[in-house]
């Protein structure tokens, strides 16, 4: 293979067919169903599923399938099979689902509106994860370009990741003849540390989320007249947390929710922390004079990827500032966001951690924990020579630097279900989620060159996949 060629030709791609059509579906608002409960009857995922297929029909190889599959009551996936030189398979996931809008764009952005800055396309759900499935067919076609040989090649999009991958295991089971049996697996919906360098994704965290409420009257009260005698609801929720986290530190308590760091993931978040430097804080927009939670950068690796860490990420019973009264709230419900080291049991967090919360309520308060369903974290398993060797080839051909590893602390539910399915095939986990990009939240972007450098990375990975299993 001329890699020469098949960088020139993915980066033609990006620039002449990628990008309008990526940019096209960054003006479609198909949030995940958890988002838009009635997004069946809105029609804006089947405008993002007809765009997706529509383009990647148009530029699969020669010889390959698309099929829109829809089980009743389910989002639908787009299946895609292009048969290789071998009977061997590689699975290619993305999704196509997004996050909502959020508030705080800068003036001239929107996320329903492609905006090219800087080599940055900004807009919701361009990085996480819609150029997952451009991107793969892209590899595909580069490949063929030359007629490089490669294994059948499977492509799976889904549309509910951002809702917790709840459809997935039903297709994955309805597929499974169509599938096969995976002995590679690429996800290009995880992260790097940087642009510079192929990443790839060794853990993820697990997630257990839930609802604390909190009530104690069945309406509100003058404060001045109730204050001292009736204890505060958000009081309550305070010192309910504080049995889940230390306030000063952070450090979640639950030691179940804890586990013991292999000794090669701390070898590599030191790997990584010395790789960063300043950027493994640094890539956050603290506002001036605010300052990380530790100064050690592999600590704050480490911290990012195998161990617990709560957040409070929503709140009802606490009125708008400007309706504010002078009022004892009767009810306060926060909700709660639990990560988790990558080998710890979701369910089994869940649960403790609606024990602790519900044990004995302050001043007899009515205390309840709501749990939504938990999602299990992931950790790689060891990496083949062969792959450790394509994954330095392909980094080293397209970008010019050898390839770096480290776990994620954000969560993609597919991967554990794929592990415990699929127990012996290899993950190339990798994304374009890099500094500043900011998915979930406002001013996501897209870094161009750095999804198009991937592109080619994806493509050096299956021709050396087929050079060492030929049969």
Same mark, same amino acid.
């Given at each position: ?22 940019? +096209? ?49 389910? %989002?639908?996936?787009?299946? $895609? ?5 071998? @009977? ?13 809008? $959020? ?22 759900? =361009? ?6 499935? /451009? ?11 030359? !007629? ?27 597929? &499974? ?11 290009? +919906?995880? =992260? ?13 965290? *697990? ?24 204890? *505060? %609801? ?13 306030? !000063? ?36 927009? /603290?506002?001036?004079?605010? !300052?990380?939670?530790?100064?050690? %950068? ?73 749990? @939504?369903?938990?999602? +299990? ?13 394509? $994954? ?24 554990? $279900? ?6 012996? &095939?290899?993950?190339?986990?990798? =994304? ?19 999804? %198009? ?19």
């Amino acid at each position: 293979m001329n890699a020469d060629r098949l960088s020139a030709w993915v980066g033609r791609a990006w620039t002449e067919r990628i990008l309008p059509a990526i940019s +096209d579906y960054i003006r479609i608002p198909n949030q995940s169903p958890l988002f838009d409960p009635q997004w069946e009857s809105h029609g804006h995922m089947q405008r993002a599923v007809e765009l997706v297929s529509t383009w990647c029909r148009r530029e699969l190889p020669a010889g390959s399938s698309l099929e829109v599959v829809q089980l009743p009551g389910r %989002t639908p996936v787009i299946l $895609m099979i292009s048969p290789g030189a071998s @009977e061997r398979t590689v699975l290619l996931y993305g999704h196509l689902d997004k996050q909502p809008p $959020m508030t705080g764009w800068e003036p001239g952005l929107d996320p329903w509106v492609p905006v090219l800055r800087d080599g940055k396309l900004y807009g919701r759900g =361009g990085a996480d994860d819609g150029y997952a499935a /451009f991107a793969s067919v892209t590899a595909l076609g580069a490949l063929a370009e030359q !007629k490089v040989p490669r294994a059948r090649c499977v492509v799976l999009i889904e549309a509910c990741e951002e809702s917790g991958s709840v459809d997935l295991p039903a297709y994955i089971e309805a597929l &499974a003849g169509r599938i096969g049996t995976p002995d590679l697996v690429v996800c290009l +919906d995880s =992260g790097c540390g940087n642009y510079e360098q192929l990443w790839c994704t060794t853990s993820l965290r *697990g997630l257990a989320t839930g609802t604390l409420v909190v009530e104690t009257l069945t309406e509100g009260v003058h404060s001045g007249d109730a204050s001292g005698i009736v204890p *505060g %609801t958000f009081r309550i929720a305070r010192e309910l947390i504080a049995r889940l986290e230390d306030g !000063k530190s952070g450090a979640v308590r639950l030691p179940e929710l804890h586990v013991e760091i292999p000794k090669q993931r701390v070898a590599q978040a030191r790997a990584a922390s010395a790789e960063l430097g300043g950027d493994v804080a640094g890539k956050f927009p /603290f506002l001036p004079g605010v !300052k990380a939670v530790s100064d050690e %950068t592999a600590e704050l690796v480490l911290n990012r990827t195998w161990r617990p860490a709560l957040a409070v990420t929503g709140q009802e019973g606490l009125p708008a500032l400007q309706s504010a009264g002078n009022v004892m709230l009767p009810r306060t419900a926060l909700k709660l966001s639990m990560r988790l080291p990558p080998t710890c049991d979701g369910q089994a967090a869940l649960e403790r951690m609606r024990a602790v919360l519900e044990a004995d309520p302050p001043y007899g308060a009515h205390v309840r924990f709501e749990p @939504e369903t938990p999602c +299990d974290g992931w950790n790689a398993p060891e990496l083949l020579p062969w792959l450790n060797g394509a $994954m330095e080839l392909a980094s080293e051909a397209c970008f010019g630097r050898p390839p770096c590893f480290m776990g994620e602390g954000g969560s993609i539910p597919f991967m554990a $279900m794929l592990g415990r399915r699929y127990p012996q &095939a290899q993950f190339l986990i990798t =994304g374009v989620l890099g500094p500043q990009s900011n998915a979930h939240g406002p001013n996501e972007f897209l870094h161009v060159d750095a999804a %198009t450098r991937l592109t080619g990375c994806v493509a050096h990975v299956l021709a050396e996949h087929h050079r060492q299993f030929p049969g």
